[in-house]
């Protein structure tokens, strides 16, 4: 992630514990390699999300979230792309359609002043993509920027991913966008206001036909696949199932009747699978193994 004006601090990572209700990791979820400051999470942040969203939110706010509080200190936080890519996955998987979307971003401060992040052509040095990546979700028309603390002044207010609503497009452009090239999401956070712009079909594709992103991409399926299962073991909790199963996405709805209350570990390869039971007694499986009826929505993203 390039910037065009950096910080004078930097705030060390804090651990926190985690409440009860979510789910602790029983491995570490993988991630690529990058560089800066690591992401700071919270499952403290994961299981107020958990407590007070409604059904049509829930997965939705709890997802980036909880990827976060599980990659605690684990994660480079300039690593949009990956997190994109990841979290993509993951909403796939739980029937959420999610797609890439590369912004420029300006963050002005409560005096007026402002820093300016990414580009609106942004180009790969190496391995490294010199811009900001985030996510919209086309069905509920929500914004999520899961890497926005790598930014220092949006680290120190210390809330985690963001989350908004967009206006979409009416219809799909030919290239698949969206969003216009050049319309604008404003959010506020704290006393700052982000102001995300909305960059080319050229950026898009800067992204996701560039031979880094290729090479990863069963990488990024991994990892969403581990992340959106520690997501479902979270919905099936204890005050948050009954919201979770009026949520509208039939494919989750099934997959939480699929597991029920199964064990979950994560196996030698770091896989998180769940204990289910079959004609010959139980076996392990990962969440995009379990059977499903022929008529449940299928993960996203799709052929």
């Not at 990791?25 to 499952?43: K, N």
């Not at 998987?93 to 420029?104: H, K, M, S, T």
């Not at 479902?232 to 709805?253: C, F, I, K, S, Y």
């Not at 196996?267 to 007694?281: I, K, S």
Request: glycine share 10%.
């Amino acid at each position: 992630m390039s910037k065009q004006k950096r910080g004078s601090k930097q705030r060390t990572p804090q651990k926190r514990v985690a409440r009860s209700s979510v789910p602790a990791p029983r491995a570490e979820v993988p991630t690529l390699p990058g560089g800066g400051l690591p992401l700071r999470g919270s499952m403290d942040m994961a299981a107020r999300m958990l407590q007070h969203a409604q059904p049509d939110q829930l997965v939705e706010l709890v997802l980036p979230y909880l990827w976060v509080a599980v990659a605690d200190g684990r994660a480079p936080a300039n690593i949009c792309v990956d997190a994109c890519m990841t979290l993509r996955n993951a909403y796939g998987q739980l029937g959420i359609r999610a797609e890439l979307l590369p912004v420029d971003l300006t963050i002005q401060n409560k005096d007026g002043g402002g820093t300016r992040y990414g580009s609106l052509t942004p180009r790969w040095t190496g391995t490294t993509w010199n811009g900001h990546c985030v996510l919209v979700l086309p069905d509920s028309e929500r914004f999520v920027d899961a890497t926005v603390e790598q930014f220092e002044e949006v680290r120190e207010i210390g809330m985690g991913p963001m989350v908004g609503k967009v206006a979409l497009s009416t219809h799909a452009i030919q290239d698949g966008t969206l969003m216009e090239p050049g319309a604008q999401v404003v959010l506020q956070r704290g006393d700052l206001v982000l102001t995300y712009t909305v960059a080319g079909p050229e950026a898009l594709a800067s992204i996701v036909q560039h031979p880094q992103a290729v090479a990863h991409a069963d990488g990024h399926r991994r990892t969403g696949v581990n992340v959106a299962s520690f997501t479902l073991a979270a919905l099936r909790g204890e005050g948050v199932r009954g919201r979770a199963m009026q949520a509208p996405h039939p494919r989750l709805r099934a997959l939480l009747r699929a597991v029920g209350g199964a064990p979950y570990e994560a196996d030698e390869a770091g896989d998180v699978r769940f204990r289910l039971p079959d004609h010959n007694g139980e076996r392990w499986l990962r969440l995009d193994e379990i059977p499903l009826a022929p008529n449940v929505p299928a993960a996203w993203p799709r052929p």
